[in-house]
C-alpha cells in the first residue's frame, strides 16, 4: 500500500476513520437537536432553520408512508438546488427508503429509464419538470408506471418580490416565479408540495442503518444506457465525515452550494458534509457568475467546492471588482483539472489555493484529494482517508512502476456495491489483488515521487497521431495558458496520413474576438511538442456542460464523427 503521500499528510488528520454506523437521517437528526435555530439554508434571502427543516422532514416522510412508500423502495428526486430537495432527499431517506437523483436536463425517453430501472412508483419534482416525468410515465407499460408525483413550486421557497443582492439575476425571474399548473399523472395522484408536508400523516419507524441502500445515482458511462451505482448508508457516510474531516469543517462553515446536488459531488461533499456539521448551505439552483459573486460577499461565504469552469467564468465577470472574496477560506472541486494560470491567480491574489480531488459515483466522489494545505495544481491528490489506491497496467493487471501511467484504481469504503441489477457490469468493474477488492476507474494516470496521483486521460480518451499519442487533458492544460482562450476541449479528427490529428474547439474570451484560429496553432506551436498542436481550431460560443458543469467532451467528440461521415 502506497505510504510516501503520508509525509503531506493534513496535520491532526487521522490516516483511517470510524464512522457513525447510523443512517444519514440521523445526522440532520443531530444537527437539528444541537443547533435547532441555527439556519440550515438559504435561498434567495429566505432562510430555513434545523428545527424548520427536520420538521418539514418529518412531515413529508409521512405523506411518502401514506403513498406506499416502504423500507427499501425507490423515490425519484428530479429538482435544482432549491431547499425542497434538501428536505425530500432527507424525508426519503427518514421513511427508509431510496434516493434516486435525477439530473433535471434529462427528458422523457431518459425519465422513462430511471423510472423503469429503478422501479420507482413515486417521484418528488418542480413544476416546470411535472409535465415531462408525467408524459414519460405514461409512456412506459402500465405496470412500470409512477403511481405518485410531489410536485413544488420555487416560490415555496421564497418570496418571488425579494429585492437586494439576493434577487434573482433577471434570467432567472421568470422560470423561478412561475405559477406552473399541475400535469395529469395517467393512473395516479399528483400531490402539491404544501399539501405533502401539511397532511398531517405520521411518520414510520425510522429502522434503516449503516448496511442498508441509501441512493442509487446513475453513471452516464462510455456505452449503452446508465447505470444506478448502489451506495450503502455506510459508504457515502464515510465521505460524509471524511470531507468534513478532511476540510476542518465545522458549524460555522458556510458553504456555497452551486455544484448539483442531484450530483454525486454536490450530494455528499455539500449537502450531506454541511449538514452533519450543522452548517449553513447556501443554495443556487443553476450557475450565474454574477449570482455568486453577489453571494459569496452577502452571506460571507467560507467554503466554495466548485467545477473550474465556474472560477474561470466568474474571474471574468465584467462586475467583478464589486465582489467581496474575502470571507472564503477554503476554494476547491473536480470534474476537471483547474488550469495552472488560475489557480495561480486565486494564490496570489486572494491567497487561497485550489484543491483538486478525484472521484467517481462509483465511490461517492472524493477517492483522492490534495491536502488543503499542501496542493499540487492539475493534481488529482492523494488516496483519500482509509482508501488505497494504486495504478495498474489495464492489459496485464499489474501493478506499473511509480511515475509510469496505468490505469487508477481504488479500495476503501467509499466504493459502491456494484450496478444495480448488472451482476456482469459490476464483476467487470472490480479485480482483487493482495486480498482486497479493487474499483478499475477507467482513468489513466500516475503516481509521483511524493505519492501524488495526476490524471494522463481517460482510458479510452486518446488521440493516437501517426503511432505519437496525444492526450487531450494535457493539450487542454497548456491551451488554458493562452491569454485569449476562456475555454478549450481536445478531440479527435480523422486524418487520411497521420490516421488521427488533434482538433481544438475554443471559446475565445471576449476582449480577444479578434484572434485567429492561425494565431492559436502558432502559439501551440511554440508551447508543446509539435505532433500535440492542433491541426484544426473550430471557434464556437459556449462548450456543451453536463448538469454537473464538465466539458461534454464525447458529445463534441460526437458531432465531429456524424460530421465526417456526412
Known amino acids: 500500500m ?9 496535520t491532526r488528520v487521522p490516516h483511517a476513520l470510524t464512522v457513525p454506523a447510523t443512517s ?12 435547532p435555530d441555527k439556519v440550515a439554508t ?20 409521512g405523506t411518502l408512508y401514506a403513498l406506499g412508500v416502504r423500507r427499501g423502495d425507490r423515490v425519484l428526486l428530479d429538482m435544482q438546488n432549491i431547499p425542497q430537495l434538501v428536505v425530500a432527499h432527507y424525508a426519503i431517506l427518514r421513511a427508509n427508503a431510496v434516493v434516486v437523483p435525477v439530473n433535471p436536463m434529462n427528458r422523457r425517453e431518459e425519465l422513462q429509464h430511471y423510472i423503469s430501472d429503478a422501479d420507482a412508483k413515486v417521484a418528488i419534482t418542480t413544476g416546470d419538470l411535472a409535465g415531462e416525468l408525467a408524459i414519460a410515465s405514461a409512456s412506459l407499460p402500465e405496470k412500470e408506471r409512477l403511481s ?15 429585492t437586494g443582492p439576493e434577487a434573482p439575476v433577471p434570467v432567472w425571474h421568470d422560470w423561478l416565479t412561475t405559477q406552473y399548473p399541475l400535469p395529469t399523472l395517467d393512473g395516479g395522484t399528483v ?5 405533502a408536508v401539511s397532511a398531517g400523516h405520521p411518520a414510520p419507524e425510522h429502522t434503516v442503518g449503516a448496511d442498508d441502500m441509501a441512493l442509487l445515482p446513475y453513471t452516464s458511462g462510455t456505452t449503452g444506457l446508465p447505470k444506478g451505482c448502489i451506495h450503502l448508508h455506510s459508504s457515502l457516510m464515510h465521505n460524509v465525515v471524511a470531507g468534513a474531516t478532511w476540510g476542518n469543517g465545522t458549524s460555522e462553515t458556510v458553504g456555497l452550494v452551486v455544484v448539483p446536488m442531484f450530483h454525486i459531488t454536490g450530494a455528499v461533499v455539500l449537502l450531506h458534509s454541511l449538514i452533519y456539521l450543522g452548517a449553513t448551505l447556501v443554495l443556487m439552483p443553476r450557475w450565474n457568475r454574477e449570482m455568486a459573486g453577489r453571494l459569496i460577499s452577502c452571506r460571507h461565504v467560507t467554503n466554495w467546492t466548485n467545477i473550474p469552469t465556474m472560477v474561470i467564468d466568474l474571474l471574468a465577470s465584467p462586475e467583478f471588482k464589486t465582489f467581496d472574496l474575502s470571507s472564503l477560506t477554503y476554494i476547491g472541486g473536480g470534474g476537471a483539472a483547474m488550469p495552472q494560470a488560475i489557480a495561480q491567480r486565486l494564490l496570489d491574489q486572494y491567497g487561497l489555493r485550489y484543491v483538486e480531488g478525484y472521484g467517481l459515483t462509483e465511490t461517492a466522489a472524493p477517492s483522492h484529494s490534495n491536502p488543503p494545505d499542501r496542493p499540487k495544481q492539475q493534481c488529482l491528490g492523494i488516496p483519500y482517508l482509509s482508501t488505497d489506491a494504486r495504478v495498474i497496467n489495464p492489459e496485464t493487471l499489474k501493478e506499473v512502476p511509480q ?4 490505469e487508477i484504481i481504488v479500495s476503501g469504503p467509499e466504493v459502491f456495491q456494484g450496478y444495480w441489477k448488472q451482476p456482469e457490469a459490476t464483476a467487470r468493474a472490480f479485480i482483487e489483488i493482495d486480498g482486497k477488492r479493487f474499483l478499475r476507474t477507467g482513468d489513466i494516470g500516475r503516481i509521483d515521487e511524493d505519492g501524488y496521483f495526476f490524471m494522463t486521460d481517460r482510458l479510452k480518451r486518446m488521440i493516437n497521431a501517426s503511432g505519437f499519442k496525444v492526450w487531450p487533458a494535457e ?3 497548456m491551451m488554458y495558458k493562452n491569454p485569449a482562450i476562456q475555454e478549450a476541449c481536445i478531440i479527435s479528427v480523422k486524418d487520411p496520413y497521420r490516421g488521427e490529428t488533434v482538433k481544438a474547439v475554443v471559446v475565445l474570451r471576449a476582449d480577444h474576438q479578434d484572434t485567429s484560429a492561425e494565431d492559436i496553432i502558432a502559439w501551440c506551436r511554440e508551447q508543446m511538442a509539435v505532433y500535440k498542436v492542433p491541426h484544426i481550431v473550430q471557434f464556437v460560443d459556449g462548450l456543451p456542460k453536463s448538469g454537473s458543469g464538465k466539458v461534454m467532451w ?13
Open 148 to 162: 405518485h408525483l410531489i410536485v413544488t413550486q420555487f416560490t415555496d421557497a421564497f418570496d418571488a418580490n425579494v
Open 42 to 61: 438559504v435561498f434567495l434571502g429566505s432562510e430555513l432553520t434545523y428545527h424548520r427543516l427536520a420538521q418539514q422532514v418529518e412531515q413529508l416522510a
Open 475 to 477: 493539450v487542454e492544460m
Open 2 to 10: 502506497l505510504q510516501a503521500h503520508y509525509k503531506f499528510w493534513p
Open 554 to 566: 464525447r458529445t463534441l467528440q460526437e458531432a465531429e464523427k456524424k460530421a465526417a461521415t456526412h
Open 191 to 195: 400531490t402539491t408540495w404544501a399539501d
Open 24 to 35: 444519514l437521517w440521523h445526522n440532520l437528526k443531530v444537527s437539528a437537536e444541537r443547533y
Open 403 to 406: 511515475g509510469e501511467a496505468g
